[in-house]
């Protein structure tokens, strides 16, 4: 999630956990935490990474539960050396810097991108996909919270703001789990008659709402997307077919471990496309069709046969901001029939 999401969230859970007399304090440590795990963006600047290294190292050591976990028992540990608020309440204050430090990947899963909650275990990064990256419904009870926290300090309202924020925040991504299976059951019925009942497929939440989705769902020569609006569509899902160059895909995968690492980082839900003698693989889950936020150039093609070069990012496409707009109506309204065929 966002700097500032993760920021209201550590201050709120800290502040939440310690005596009223230590809040204002909790709140800005709380703060500091919560932005912690993001700063790996530094640490991987200064290696020599490509592009896909930063991409899939972000979210890496700096979000794992057992790294974090750590940490927060060694920061405690320090606090109650050098503190005497800690040292006064030494569990209440361990529970906060803990929650502020772990929320933060928790709260990550919650997205699409991608977090690798098990780190050093050799497992695929964590994506439920059910909330954006930036999401104001998600975020603004917390804000208030942490205001009302910093305004009230040890007064019986900033408890009450604080408990009410993060209670309406979490039940907020609690909601975004139901809509999520709201969609994809609506997906169900028409990918089992294409025979795709089975086929590796995700949902998302368009850019800052849970109202309306998108569906990815992957086919043996591309893959099919589709939006539902839980306000106004009714009936199943309507896809349409993007075609992907899986045979060059299948010729570089050996070559580039850069790509496979990107093909297990994005669990397969990549698009791979020859344009003038160079393979671009994008990857599906960020963005829908034709823009999407991570594209790469993995090989390069010369008489006939690939070769894998060293990865290269193509600029985000800043013509897909105007689709905003689109989007929003299409919350509202559901996309004319299909003609029949």
Same mark, same amino acid.
């Given at each position: 999630?966002?700097?500032?999401?993760?920021? +209201?969230?550590?201050?709120? +859970?800290?502040? *939440?956990?310690?005596?009223?007399?230590?809040?204002?304090?909790?709140?800005?440590?709380?703060?500091?935490?919560?932005?912690?795990?993001?700063?790996?963006? *530094?640490?991987?600047?200064?290696?020599?990474?490509?592009?896909?290294?930063? $991409?899939?190292?972000?979210?890496?050591?700096?979000?794992?539960?057992?790294?974090?976990?750590?940490?927060?028992?060694?920061?405690?540990?320090?606090?109650?050396?050098?503190?005497?608020? /800690?040292?006064?309440?030494?569990?209440?204050?361990?529970?906060?810097?803990?929650?502020?430090?772990?929320?933060?990947? !928790?709260?990550?899963?919650?997205? +699409?991108?991608?977090?690798?909650? &098990?780190?050093? !275990?050799?497992?695929?990064?964590? $994506?439920?996909? =059910?909330?954006f990256i930036i999401d104001p419904l998600y975020t603004l009870p917390l804000l208030f919270a942490f205001v009302a926290g910093l305004w009230s300090g040890a007064r019986p309202a900033a408890r009450t703001a604080l408990?009410?924020?993060?209670?309406? =925040?979490?039940?907020?991504?609690? %909601?975004? !789990?139901? #809509?999520?299976?709201?969609?994809?059951?609506?997906? #169900?019925?028409?990918?089992?008659?294409?025979?795709? #009942?089975?086929?590796?497929?995700?949902?998302?939440?368009?850019?800052?709402?849970?109202?309306?989705?998108? $569906?990815?769902?992957?086919?043996?020569?591309?893959?099919?997307?589709?939006?539902?609006?839980?306000?106004?569509?009714?009936?199943?899902?309507?896809?349409?077919?993007?075609?992907?160059?899986?045979?060059?895909?299948?010729?570089?995968?050996? !070559?580039? *471990?850069? @790509?496979?690492? @990107?093909?297990?980082?994005?669990?397969? &839900?990549?698009?791979?496309?020859?344009?003038?003698?160079?393979? /671009? +693989? =994008?990857?599906?889950?960020?963005?829908?069709?034709?823009?999407?936020?991570?594209? &790469?150039?993995?090989?390069?093609?010369?008489?006939?046969? %690939?070769?894998?070069?060293?990865?290269?990012?193509?600029? %985000?496409?800043?013509?897909?901001?105007?689709?905003?707009?689109? $989007? %929003?109506?299409?919350?509202?309204?559901?996309?004319?029939?299909?003609?029949?065929?």
């Amino acid at each position: 999630m966002d700097s500032l999401t993760q920021i +209201v969230l550590g201050g709120a +859970v800290a502040a *939440a956990c310690v005596p009223p007399t230590q809040r204002r304090r909790a709140l800005v440590a709380g703060a500091v935490l919560g932005t912690l795990p993001d700063l790996d963006v *530094a640490v991987l600047a200064l290696f020599d990474l490509d592009p896909i290294g930063h $991409m899939t190292w972000h979210r890496g050591p700096s979000h794992s539960l057992f790294v974090l976990a750590a940490l927060g028992a060694c920061l405690a540990w320090l606090a109650r050396q050098r503190a005497d608020a /800690v040292r006064a309440a030494p569990w209440a204050w361990f529970a906060a810097i803990e929650l502020a430090l772990l929320t933060h990947p !928790l709260l990550d899963a919650f997205t +699409v991108y991608g977090t690798q909650l &098990f780190w050093p !275990l050799p497992l695929p990064p964590v $994506m439920i996909s =059910s909330v954006f990256i930036i999401d104001p419904l998600y975020t603004l009870p917390l804000l208030f919270a942490f205001v009302a926290g910093l305004w009230s300090g040890a007064r019986p309202a900033a408890r009450t703001a604080l408990f009410a924020g993060l209670a309406l =925040s979490t039940a907020y991504l609690g %909601w975004s !789990l139901v #809509a999520k299976a709201l969609v994809e059951r609506s997906a #169900a019925t028409e990918l089992a008659a294409r025979g795709l #009942a089975d086929a590796p497929r995700f949902s998302v939440p368009m850019p800052f709402n849970t109202l309306l989705w998108r $569906m990815v769902v992957m086919t043996p020569d591309g893959h099919l997307e589709g939006t539902r609006s839980l306000v106004a569509d009714e009936g199943p899902i309507e896809f349409k077919h993007y075609p992907s160059d899986q045979r060059a895909l299948a010729a570089v995968r050996p !070559l580039s *471990a850069p @790509l496979r690492r @990107l093909e297990w980082f994005a669990r397969g &839900f990549l698009k791979a496309e020859a344009v003038d003698g160079r393979l /671009v +693989v =994008s990857d599906l889950r960020m963005g829908d069709e034709p823009d999407y936020t991570f594209r &790469f150039v993995v090989a390069s093609e010369r008489d006939g046969r %690939w070769t894998a070069i060293r990865p290269e990012q193509l600029d %985000w496409p800043w013509q897909a901001r105007s689709r905003l707009a689109a $989007m %929003w109506q299409r919350i509202w309204n559901a996309p004319p029939p299909t003609p029949p065929r």
